[in-house]
């Protein structure tokens, strides 16, 4: 089996979005106080859509949502020639190969994600080679279903906080992600609204529900802090990306305090960046993102590196935030281009035996409300 072809196709979302409000998601811009400064500039309102053909008539999907744009460049231009020709079986030489002859700029970021959705598309065209699906050949089913939590509880109003966290409960969640709106900049009362949101939830919910907090990076080390102790009476099973990725000290001294568990890695790369994080003591809960890392090929050495050090893994899955909804961030453009992803019922999504490779087609009618660009 050779791999023939490869298409890349940008789709860029035409339809309406939702329009974001003020304090809607602490972010990485929050800090420079620049008026534009919302989630607006962490929206993703277009996809890179993969296809690797082979030889024989396989198709493997593979998608990026950074920068889609620029992924795109990079392989059409830097990763295209290396794989096509190859035999798709050789995957580890043809990550190696991918990594190596772009390492003067790629490694992290945008290089990584055009390696992560090759990577991901030469899995789904072994799984259908073998007629299997990915789950089976990365070592077969552990459970008989996959525990999966609601993500989304952004800052709104309480009441309204309130109601969506009972509806993810009466829809059997038991567990569930809030974001938080201030940060910084706020002050000592932003401090007392973030609070604010994480009473609401917990409240709303009981004490019987896993609820987990998300500053996306919108903090620095000193205002996480303080807000550890302020957070620590409502039981978080986790607090994430409470400052930048590049502030792996930063992470392992909040570790340290122990009041609250500390998650990460959804921003960060390759198995050597979760080495730093993991020899720093850094995270408590590893989240890294498979469409980031380099693909299931690194996805799965991460895995085995924080099972020797008994660190729980939670992916993170930009492709497929819980629920789907009306497109506002940008992650819901997931449900939409694609088809055939498991749903979740009763706080469980279910693998699905029968589907070779990774189970995913491209839903070509949805594709008419984007604006494609081959
Ligand atoms: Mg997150």
């Given at each position: 089996?050779?791999?023939?072809?490869?298409?890349t196709?940008l789709?860029?979302?035409?339809?309406?979005?939702?329009?974001?409000?003020?304090?809607?998601?602490?972010?990485?811009?929050?800090?420079l106080?620049?008026p534009?400064?919302?989630?607006?500039?962490?929206t993703?309102h277009g996809?890179l859509?993969?296809e690797?053909f082979?030889?024989?008539?396989?198709v493997?999907?593979?998608?990026?949502?950074?920068?889609?744009?620029?992924t795109k460049q990079?392989?059409?231009?830097?990763?295209?020639?290396?794989?096509?020709?190859a035999?798709?079986?050789?995957?580890e030489?043809?990550?190696?190969?991918?990594?190596?002859?772009?390492?003067?700029?790629?490694?992290?970021?945008i290089?990584m994600a055009?390696?992560?959705?090759?990577?991901?598309?030469l899995?789904?065209i072994?799984?259908?080679?073998a007629?299997?699906?990915?789950?089976r050949?990365?070592?077969g089913?552990?459970?008989?279903?996959i525990?999966v939590?609601?993500?989304?509880?952004?800052?709104?109003?309480?009441e309204?906080?309130?109601?969506?966290?009972?509806?993810?409960k009466?829809?059997?969640?038991?567990?569930?992600?809030l974001r938080?709106?201030w940060?910084?900049?706020?002050?000592?009362?932003?401090m007392?609204?973030?609070?604010?949101?994480?009473?609401?939830?917990?409240?709303a919910?009981?004490?019987g529900?896993?609820v987990?907090?998300?500053?996306?990076?919108?903090?620095?080390?000193?205002?996480?802090?303080?807000?550890l102790?302020l957070?620590?009476?409502?039981?978080l099973?986790?607090?994430?990306?409470?400052?930048?990725?590049d502030?792996?000290?930063?992470?392992a001294?909040?570790?340290s305090?122990?009041?609250?568990?500390?998650?990460?890695?959804?921003?960060e790369f390759t198995?050597?960046?979760?080495?730093?994080?993991?020899e720093a003591r850094?995270v408590?809960?590893?989240?890294?993102?498979?469409?980031?890392?380099?693909?299931?090929?690194?996805?799965?050495?991460?895995a085995?590196?924080?099972?020797?050090?008994?660190i729980?893994?939670?992916p993170?899955a930009?492709?497929?935030?819980?629920?789907?909804?009306e497109?506002?961030?940008g992650?819901?453009?997931?449900?939409?281009i694609?088809?055939?992803?498991?749903?979740a019922?009763?706080?469980?999504?279910?693998?699905?035996?029968?589907?070779p490779?990774?189970?995913?087609t491209i839903?070509?009618?949805?594709?008419?409300?984007f604006?494609?660009?081959?």
């Amino acid at each position: 089996m050779k791999i023939k072809q490869i298409r890349t196709r940008l789709v860029e979302w035409r339809g309406k979005t939702v329009p974001l409000p003020p304090h809607f998601c602490t972010n990485p811009m929050d800090v420079l106080s620049l008026p534009q400064a919302s989630m607006q500039t962490f929206t993703f309102h277009g996809w890179l859509v993969v296809e690797i053909f082979t030889d024989n008539g396989l198709v493997g999907i593979g998608n990026a949502a950074l920068a889609p744009p620029i992924t795109k460049q990079v392989i059409d231009q830097y990763l295209k020639p290396l794989v096509i020709g190859a035999d798709p079986w050789d995957i580890e030489f043809l990550w190696q190969h991918m990594y190596r002859k772009t390492m003067a700029f790629g490694r992290k970021g945008i290089g990584m994600a055009a390696i992560s959705a090759i990577d991901i598309a030469l899995w789904d065209i072994l799984g259908k080679s073998a007629k299997q699906p990915v789950y089976r050949l990365l070592g077969g089913r552990t459970k008989p279903r996959i525990p999966v939590y609601a993500s989304r509880l952004y800052s709104v109003a309480l009441e309204e906080l309130a109601a969506e966290a009972r509806r993810y409960k009466n829809d059997g969640y038991k567990a569930m992600k809030l974001r938080f709106g201030w940060g910084p900049t706020d002050g000592a009362e932003g401090m007392q609204r973030n609070v604010a949101l994480v009473r609401t939830v917990r409240e709303a919910v009981g004490d019987g529900i896993d609820v987990m907090a998300d500053a996306y990076m919108g903090w620095t080390l000193d205002y996480a802090k303080r807000m550890l102790p302020l957070l620590e009476p409502f039981n978080l099973r986790w607090l994430e990306e409470p400052v930048i990725p590049d502030d792996i000290h930063g992470y392992a001294e909040l570790k340290s305090c122990k009041k609250i568990p500390i998650a990460g890695g959804e921003h960060e790369f390759t198995l050597y960046g979760f080495r730093e994080l993991i020899e720093a003591r850094a995270v408590d809960y590893i989240q890294f993102d498979t469409n980031r890392v380099g693909g299931i090929s690194q996805a799965r050495k991460i895995a085995a590196l924080a099972e020797a050090y008994s660190i729980p893994v939670i992916p993170h899955a930009g492709q497929m935030h819980f629920p789907p909804v009306e497109v506002e961030v940008g992650n819901e453009l997931f449900w939409y281009i694609f088809e055939g992803e498991p749903k979740a019922k009763d706080g469980f999504i279910d693998l699905d035996e029968n589907l070779p490779g990774l189970g995913l087609t491209i839903n070509e009618e949805a594709l008419k409300k984007f604006g494609v660009n081959e």
